[in-house]
């Protein structure tokens, strides 16, 4: 730690997740997902679209014939997969899956050349244009899928094989960039080896690895571009768009201060550029990203934590510009977001990014899976008419059911590998004591203030607001246990072994955290009490789409109406907040979940003219609503959906 | 006229406009467009889009070198030019203007080829591929635009020229097509030449142009089907969607019901189609027409009188998918639209068709074209955020201000040939006497009940509704005058030489006309009184775009909000109906308007949060808006517009 960074990370091997939302969703990656994704690679998926993943690496070993099939980055399909993997062995070693893993890492390893590279695609298609379209051809994205799954399986399991594969990978590439003669001083289109190399260094303590991290941050947007040179080089008739704000190399990346372009590749780079700023205590670059951070979250980001709104370019557009039923807000989007806001925490622990990791954690990013984890959305609108969907061109990104693969998979093992490693977010570690981010069932165990401790949370979260913390030290010690009162909550209530704790006066809370320095026994008990209200939640009057309409938000929790629920045309729906709300919990519905009961008006039974156009309004009939948590929709058949409903 | 027909319609020759809103058009047209485009089908406009258009037809006749350049439709912009020419020519002579028009003529008439074929794409650029692209190379379309063009032309000066050439061309197309052996049973991808031919068979009395009409008209999407025929002829090898229904041949034309696919192929096969209907006297086709015209009409037009509402294909897509800001109502289509409902009304006066023509005239239609006549709109939004039109690429179609002149540039010269033709729509005669459609200061001459007749209109309309007619038989005369009462007119009174006629009463009209039959002296007056209040229009609850939101009309012009007057981000106005509406007319203001004042709300100045999304409404100040005419908009600037507004 230096002067910016304030806290650190947590080893997921310490942190034990035991959670009545979550628990299921982690033993249904261990027990469904993985072996679903690993069949989907290995093309055994009936009706899904083909992988091929496997048999590319084979091909590449020399082990199948056969050409390369898929996109330019298939292989980081497996990478995903394999993190996921080590993730999931960090929770709990398995023979049987280590053995599978094993194997595969065996067949990477047979799949890399000898110089260090590691890519099927280059390797069976194009053997001799390695590196030579950076912009486009996802190398480096790749290397650094790669080098993340070979550090968390490495850390799960202490097998050296998979690091030493990355560690050869990275260091070839460390000999073919960088700012000496003869190396290129290229970057790749698709930022993600910056924050992979990180953690390379991290697992490995080679600092050579950072600095290409930094070689690789600080060089984008640079000019010359080595965007135009490469194509240059490579002699293309056509010259293409060259504003290059698609892949954040628009600017040098300490001038940029708003969010251009793809939105996943915008934050992977913002997350390498955090992991950047607090290694190096770079203040400027924190700087850098502060700014992006304030333009993402309080312009560019939907209700749902999902961000990106076009489907073109899978990009950001302008301040404010959130449409609910085109809305992209890809499922990988609000997960690099996620990694992103928790570099941010880590260095900062202000809960504003905490709100945020848990806004798209229950809302935007757990919406891209379906209940039995088979089936999955890459784009997450907050409004869908399943008939303008199905015909409007313009919508044709937008689907109304998940889908069980893509040819573009990005999101399915990108989902998985987060929540497998979703004690990585619960909490931290500072100087003086633990913080604690996340309200989400589970146990950690860290040395705080010399003393190994153990913390125990128990919460009905995200349904109930009431959570205990049960502080463990192996003796009596000093430190500060540091609470998120999150940002939704209006009266949160703290006490300590029952005494209440201030938290409304100034100084009583720094940055949204509740800090209670004292000496801990063992035993001791902090009760976190969270009023769970159903909240109109208005939007800024700058989201034109949202005009004249509500969401409603039950702790962190975004609601939406369904077809299934509420009937169809759901547009002429207008919900009462000026009446009761009725909270009702349904143990089976939809897995589990809280829903809202709430009073509304429709257009009353065939009231609707013949006509277009009328100057009578038709008589509006009273309706009762029921609005089910929004990353729960469509599990139950096509059908119209939407989050921001109008106000009556 | 048989037993369909109810109505003919009157030639141009015998209508002459003065009037306060269109004679200034008509001028424009003379004065301004017709050189102006003549100038663009030269290339002689900076900054505007290359035509070529004349180039083509030197190149085809031999007497430039060169290639082929444009659209494989380029030909037709020069035939609607000259149509536009034959209008004005009806309404005045003009030597200078008809020499210019003689000489064009006598360039297409070289370029024509010894069998009479006519199109300069395949003569310049595809000599040996005549006809074996029937779905995608508008050669029949070319067709029809020439043979209106002639029809004009030769019934305003009655110069054969131009009639050979299209009757030549005609036989010729005649000699290819049919049911006969050796014929191809193909039809165009580009329905046109079926409303042509009629044109053709009534300026020449020669029934094989009708019959071709019904030919081409009855083939289209029978099985097996042409496209598909002439596709496996060419050996393509990836062949296409064959749906069809963007051609509107995925179906006999007598089986369709629901308007489908681009939008202005199909208005103008329905005009065809009503055309054969009227002549053949057929009432299956008839009706047909009608479902068609009861799908477009209830479920498919914007209040604008626009249709189509998806830029991709420029089609219609689903009943009620009317997105304001994507519409896009291509200005073509709107012109179709009036072609359609004009042989509707023709057939059997009932107001619907003369209202639509009449939304269509006075807010879609003239919405595509610039105050001064320069610029247009190829595509008429319903509002407009300039911010996301210029950034999503879902709304790229959409352009924020005029364009001088288009790649396709169907458009303009349509809106030109519309205006110069506006005559048409005013009258038609019937066995027993006149009637009376639009409200255009106007003379006709028309022999009524034996008699020559002569009905002087004046009036204020659209910013007045005050109407008298002076009814001017050369001798006292029994015969009926029957006037529309507008759909939007809740009160209309009639009066007679001062004398009060009843139109409440059950009979008293009939299909929304009230028909007054008597022996009319010289210098009888009808006085129509048509009160203009500022009418809230509405949606249908179906509409979801519009859902929550009301437009205001006055008479039969279709307000807007305008940055220009009333700040940016309008879709946070809210409109207050229960208040005071002032109307207003401005002479100067964009050319001469009636504006209206209105009260609403908007989010207070500074008063909104940095935060996207808050428990809190922020505070709502009073606010005066100020309404203009939709057609008016784009005329001061780029700026937000929208129609449809929150209800306060």
């Known amino acids: 730690m230096n002067d910016l960074k304030k806290t650190d990370a947590i080893a997921l091997q310490n942190v034990n997740i035991h959670d009545g939302f979550w628990s299921k969703r982690q033993r249904l990656v261990r027990d469904v997902v993985i072996p679903y994704q690993w069949d989907a690679l290995n093309d055994r998926i009936p009706g899904a679209e083909p992988s091929h993943t496997i048999e590319n690496f084979r091909i590449a070993a020399g082990e199948s014939e056969g050409s390369y099939y898929g996109m330019v980055f298939q292989d980081s399909d497996l990478s995903k997969w394999l993190e996921t993997v080590g993730f999931q062995l960090s929770l709990q070693r398995d023979e049987q899956l280590e053995r599978l893993a094993d194997e595969t890492i065996a067949l990477i390893g047979r799949a890399q050349r000898e110089d260090g590279y590691l890519n099927t695609y280059f390797t069976v ?55 000496g003669p003869d190396r290129l001083r290229g970057y790749d289109g698709h930022p ?21 991290s930094k070689f690789f941050v600080e ?109 992209y807000a890809e499922t990988c989007a609000s997960i690099g977001l996620v990694f992103w806001a928790q570099r941010m925490l880590e260095i900062d622990p202000d809960r504003e990014y905490a709100d945020v990791i848990e806004r798209a954690l229950y809302n935007g990013l757990l919406s891209g899976i379906s209940l039995d984890g088979k089936s999955y959305f890459y784009v997450n609108p907050l409004e869908v008419w399943p008939s303008a969907c199905n015909h409007r061109h313009d919508m044709k990104s ?53 003393v190994q401790t153990e913390l125990t949370q128990t919460t009905g979260y ?103 629920d509420n009937g169809s045309n759901l547009r002429d729906v207008t919900l009462s907040t000026g009446g009761e709300f009725i909270v009702e919990h349904d143990g089976e519905l939809l897995g589990g979940v809280t829903l809202i009961r709430a009073q509304g008006w429709q257009t009353a039974p065939d009231a609707a003219s013949e006509s277009l156009y009328t100057t009578e309004a038709p008589p509006r009939t009273a309706v009762s609503l029921t609005a089910i948590p929004y990353f729960a929709w469509a599990n139950r058949g096509e059908g119209e959906m939407l989050v921001w409903v109008r106000e009556a």
Chains 1, 2 share one sequence.
């Open 125 to 179: 298609k194009k053997p001799g244009e390695r590196w030579t379209n950076l912009r486009d051809d996802h190398e480096l994205y790749c290397a650094g899928h790669f080098i993340e799954a070979a550090v968390a399986y490495h850390e799960a399991t202490g097998k050296r094989q998979v690091l030493d594969i990355a560690c050869a990978f990275a260091d070839h590439i460390g000999n073919v960039f960088g700012p």
């Open 192 to 212: 993600e080896i910056e924050l992979a190399l990180v953690k390379l260094y991290k697992a490995t303590g080679s600092r050579s690895y950072l600095e290409l």
């Open 219 to 327: 060089e984008r947007g640079r000019r010359p571009h080595f965007f135009d040179e490469e194509e240059e080089r490579r002699m293309v008739k056509r010259p293409t768009d060259r504003r290059y704000d698609y892949f954040q190399a628009h600017l040098p990346v300490r001038e940029q201060h708003t969010a251009e372009g793809h939105s996943v590749r915008a934050v992977y780079l913002y997350s390498g550029m955090a992991d950047l700023a607090a290694e190096y205590g770079d203040a400027e670059l924190l700087e850098v990203c502060r700014k992006l951070w304030h333009n993402v979250t309080r312009r560019r980001m939907y209700i749902t934590g999902g961000i990106g709104s076009s489907a073109h370019q899978e990009r950001f557009t302008v301040d404010y510009d959130l449409p609910a039923d085109r809305a």
């Open 398 to 450: 937008v689907k109304t059911t998940r889908q069980p693969w893509f040819g573009c998979a990005c999101c399915p093992p990108n989902i998985s590998r987060l929540i497998a490693s979703l004690g990585r977010y619960i909490y931290s570690s500072s100087d003086d004591g633990l913080y604690v981010h996340q309200y989400i069932g589970s146990t950690v165990k860290q040395t705080v203030g010399g």
């Open 462 to 564: 995200p349904w109930h607001g009431q959570v205990t913390l049960t502080v463990s030290p192996e003796r009596a010690a000093e430190f500060a246990v540091a609470v998120r009162l999150p940002g939704w909550c209006k009266e949160p209530k703290l006490t300590v072994n029952g005494a209440e704790v201030d938290v409304s006066g100034a100084g009583a809370v720094s940055n949204g955290y509740a800090k209670i320095r004292r000496v801990w026994e063992p035993g001791d008990r902090i009760e976190l009490t969270l009023p769970m209200e159903v909240e109109v939640v208005r939007p800024n009057p700058h989201i034109r789409d949202c005009a004249g309409k509500v969401a409603l938000q039950r702790g962190p929790v975004v609601y939406c109406l369904e077809e299934a």
